[in-house]
């Protein structure tokens, strides 16, 4: 059963950190992040949610591995992530084996920067 949600506001949950509740931007970024640090294979009853991301982790920093990281991302939310559409993924390198990842997102016609994501 497909879900219709119709604004940001519609995204609502429990909160990783605090146990309380979460909505909006918030969630929608605790999603992403779950999802792409999450190994494919690791949920018992999900075994295909996740994405290759923490097994990127440790490879040397080059424009190949960013292409791959950016990859991974993509494929990652285009299979879960139905309530987004990606429009683009930033990789920050800060030194080797270290990034975060900014992604550019448009929910509902809404375009957001979530910074940090992963």
């Known amino acids: 059963m497909a879900t219709?949600?119709?604004?940001?506001?519609?995204?609502?949950?429990?909160?990783?950190?605090?146990?309380?509740?979460?909505?909006g931007e918030d969630h929608l970024r605790q999603s992403?992040?779950?999802?792409l640090?999450?190994?494919?294979?690791s949920r018992v009853m999900r075994?295909?949610?996740?994405?290759?991301?923490?097994?990127?982790?440790?490879?040397?920093?080059t424009p190949g591995l960013i292409a791959d990281l950016v990859a991974a991302t993509a494929e990652a939310i285009q299979n879960f992530e139905p309530r987004?559409?990606?429009k683009r993924v930033l990789v920050n390198v800060f030194e080797a084996g270290r990034?975060?990842?900014d992604?550019?997102?448009?929910?509902?016609?809404?375009?957001?920067?979530?910074?940090?994501?992963a």
């Open 4 to 23: 219709s949600l119709r604004t940001l506001d519609d995204f609502r949950g429990l909160s990783a950190a605090t146990a309380g509740t979460i909505s």
């Open 32 to 35: 992403l992040r779950d999802l």
């Open 37 to 41: 640090t999450t190994p494919i294979g």
């Open 47 to 61: 075994r295909d949610y996740g994405s290759l991301i923490p097994d990127l982790v440790d490879r040397p920093m």
């Open 84 to 86: 987004v559409t990606l």
């Open 99 to 101: 990034f975060e990842l």
């Open 103 to 117: 992604l550019i997102v448009q929910v509902n016609g809404r375009t957001l920067k979530l910074e940090g994501v």
